[in-house]
């Protein structure tokens, strides 16, 4: 990797003034969008921002943390994807330099930065949860997730029995994507969203962030980089992983900031 921090801030304080937050939104992903609460939240943005820029050295981790809230708050005012995926890209990059991989790995993923993350070291996380060790795996850092399942020779009957849960169907869908069993893996996606569809995740709350769950969200987008498409996916559904599943080309900001 060449970029040092001060490049990287340097790129953050070129682009944040080009950043449009609208608080009256025409087509916001999330309800409820509130104006006076957005305003609230753009002021302190705002204010963050002129804060960072009079301190030296620069302070990665808050830059880190304001990069993602750009993106989320893009995200949800119903922003194009180009636009929210430059600022996950940018919030990996900040997490690379604190040397959290995991959080590198994930918003890099969902950022389609995947010239970056073949150039970056590979290493598991310490992380016990099933879903996080499932996104390791599918990214090709962890050789295994602690979670097993059944023999397949019992799988049915454990599912009649028992029922498949959240960890398992994380588990099922490490093996459907390299086997390239698209129905398995949507049958997974929808799963695993029923386990997080009793939250209110389709709720505005711009003062928190990221507004989507970025595991799941993460887990499907290697499904789709891997060549899985949506099918028979209930709307719903689809609008929950959006961040995964919304596609198109790399834009490759990794190159675009700091390549040669």
Known sequence: ???????????????YPTVVLDPNPAQPRKQGVEEPL????????????????QHAPPEIAAYTEMALHVASLLF???????GWKKWLALSS???FLQHDLHSTYLYAVLADEWA????????????KQTDIQCFEKLLGVRAEVDHQLPAPDMRALYEEYEGYGYNDY??????????????????????????????DWDHST??????FEPVPCALAALAYQAGYRPRH???????????????GASQNFYQKYFGS
């Open 76 to 82: 949800s005012l119903g922003a194009a994807p180009a």
């Open 206 to 211: 711009p003062e928190l962030y990221p507004e």
């Open 1 to 15: 990797m060449t970029f040092t921090p001060e490049q990287w801030v340097s790129v953050i304080q070129t682009e």
């Open 233 to 247: 996916l209930p709307d719903q559904v689809w609008r929950f992983y959006e961040p995964g599943l919304a596609g």
């Open 170 to 199: 994380c588990v099922l869908l490490t093996e459907a994507v390299p086997a390239q069993d698209y129905e398995q893996v949507e049958t997974c996606l929808i799963r695993i969203y029923e386990a997080w569809a009793h939250i």
């Open 93 to 95: 990059f900040g997490y």
């Open 38 to 53: 957005l305003r609230s939240v753009f002021q302190q943005l705002e204010q963050t921002f002129h804060s960072l820029s």
């Open 116 to 127: 970056f993350l073949a150039m970056a070291p590979k290493q598991p996380s310490k992380s």
